[in-house]
């Protein structure tokens, strides 16, 4: 007597899962490139934030000077 019991599509359950599994793992590096991206981006906007910001100072300590 066999102590497993074997299902009509139990196969096709099985490849499906493993298919979402897959696609889950897929969309998680994605997910990770997208983060990765938008953290390159902010750092590329704050440093020309700083940049923007010392050149007004220069302009206004030039100013302030004449």
């Given at each position: 007597?066999?102590?497993?019991?074997?299902?009509?599509?139990?196969?096709?359950?099985?490849?499906?899962?493993?298919?979402?599994?897959?696609?889950?793992?897929?969309?998680?590096?994605?997910?990770?490139a997208?983060?990765?991206?938008?953290?390159?981006?902010?750092?590329?906007?704050?440093?020309?934030?700083?940049?923007?910001?010392?050149?007004?100072?220069?302009?206004?300590?030039?100013?302030?000077?004449?």
């Open positions: 007597m066999s102590d497993t019991i074997h299902l009509i599509g139990a196969e096709q359950v099985q490849q499906a899962a493993h298919r979402m599994s897959h696609a889950a793992d897929e969309m998680q590096r994605a997910a990770s997208i983060a990765e991206s938008n953290e390159r981006q902010r750092q590329f906007l704050d440093d020309w934030l700083q940049r923007l910001a010392g050149t007004f100072e220069d302009h206004i300590t030039m100013l302030r000077q004449s």
